[in-house]
């Protein structure tokens, strides 16, 4: 599955890596983010797209499991 | 502070607290239109503190204070807090600067332009239109890649320095006020009494904080991703002061005879679309950057110091438009060169993004 790293960088930016990367993988992405402003973006726009997202969390790190 | 059920009630009640707090400070002593705006506050700031010399621009406001310290006390409360920076950070610092002074060709933020238009003041349509095709720019920069780069954890004293130096700055504008300038006349003479304006600060710093209100941001959501949820803020903002201006006789609708506001729609558009193009380059507009600031990015921070810096330059070299008159040659020539500035930073680092 695609791996996106969207650490240390500032909204909307974490969201744009997001869209690009489904369009390259439409079947899903994995994406880390590490501020909260990105956590909830992210995951508001996979699922407005009607993709699952699946939440880990490290530290202040999240990791979103993002599938069809 | 959980309130409200989802993002969008909670960006509708906040939109609505910021409405109705710049009606009250405008009741209270502010210029109208003008309960906040953070162009023309960091403005009279850097009057206050001497780095300009418009005599009737000079006031050490204590709603930004507020904004930077509420959103810095409720960020620690909430575990937000979050000290980071090395994101361009001088990149951040022109971009502000810029943004300050296409602010105030127009005479306002995006905050203020919505108050405006929400106190009926027609000459807010040229400049909306303006930040829009601003933020439209920004945002194909965007879709093609552009970023200002990764930020790096960072101590806590780097996140919290700007935080503090604004609360440094209250304390000896309380305590020793002689050391500021203070407007005699015009809009830097007029403000609320000083608990107000900081108590309004500090709920704006904090609801701004946890909802990530951003005039910019819900523009460019539904540019870039269809997506309606920011924007509710920006159109809750509007309909609860045009509803206090209306109750509180402060509605006057038309584009002659508004407060600290002028009719060169050219330069309302073009100053707002520098404004909108370099909040998308920043990830947010001037509000949002006190706001981050708040939250420990230091990034953001530089450019709030760049707003400040710029906001001298805008009056020491007549960028600034004058009420009721609009910009000089210096500040028509000075707009352009900024859109043309921001237009070729964007392009650059996009080029240089998309050949990676």
């Not at chain 2, 006349?185 to 701004?208: I, T």
């Amino acid at each position: 599955m695609k791996e996106v790293d969207a650490r240390g960088l500032n909204c909307p930016e974490p969201i744009m890596m997001a869209k690009r990367a489904l369009i390259q993988s439409p079947e899903g992405i994995d994406i880390t983010v590490d501020d909260r402003a990105a956590l909830e973006n992210v995951t508001r726009f996979a699922k407005s797209k009607g993709y699952s997202v699946e939440k880990k969390e490290s530290g202040r790190e999240w990791r979103l499991v993002i599938r069809k | 502070m959980t309130f409200g059920k989802s993002e969008r009630t909670r960006l509708a009640l906040t939109g609505a607290l910021i409405g109705v707090l710049a009606v009250i400070l405008v009741v209270s002593g502010n210029p109208r239109n003008m309960g906040f705006c953070i162009a023309c506050f960091v403005r009279d700031i850097a009057g206050g503190l001497h780095l300009h010399t418009a005599p009737i621009v000079e006031y050490i406001r204590p709603e930004i204070i507020g904004i930077v310290f509420g959103s810095f006390a409720i960020s620690i409360i909430k575990g937000d807090f979050k000290p980071k920076s090395g994101s361009s950070p001088l990149l951040r610092f022109l971009i502000g600067a810029l943004v300050m002074i296409g602010a105030l060709v127009f005479l306002g933020c995006p905050l203020r332009m919505v108050l405006r238009l929400a106190g009926g003041d027609l000459n807010g349509i040229p400049a909306l239109l303006g930040f829009i095709s601003g933020i439209a720019a920004g945002c194909y920069f965007l879709s093609k890649g552009f970023t200002l780069g990764r930020n790096k954890n960072q101590s806590a004293l780097e996140g919290a320095a700007f935080p503090l130096l604004n609360v440094f700055l209250f304390v000896l504008f309380i305590a020793f006020p002689a050391l500021f300038l203070f407007s005699e006349s015009g809009p830097g003479s007029m403000h609320a009494p000083v608990a107000l304006s900081l108590l309004a600060g500090l709920l704006v710093g904090a609801f701004a904080e946890r909802t990530r209100l951003c005039m910019a941001g819900g523009i460019r959501d539904i540019i870039l991703l269809r997506d309606f949820t920011l924007i509710t803020g920006f159109a809750a903002i509007f309909i609860a002061a045009l509803i206090g201006n209306l109750i509180t006789g402060n509605f006057n609708l038309g584009f002659s005879n508004q407060p600290v506001s002028h009719e060169a729609h050219i330069w309302s558009f073009l100053g707002m679309a520098v404004v909108g193009l370099g909040s998308v380059m920043l990830g947010g507009c001037p509000l949002r950057q006190l706001v981050l600031a708040g939250e420990g990015n230091a990034d953001s921070a530089s450019a709030s110091l760049g707003m400040l810096v710029g906001a001298a330059f805008a009056h020491n070299f007549s960028l600034a438009s004058s009420a009721n008159v609009g910009p000089g040659t210096n500040g028509k020539v000075f707009t352009v060169f900024s859109l043309v500035i921001l237009i070729a930073i964007a392009a650059i680092i996009t080029k240089k993004e998309s050949g990676k």
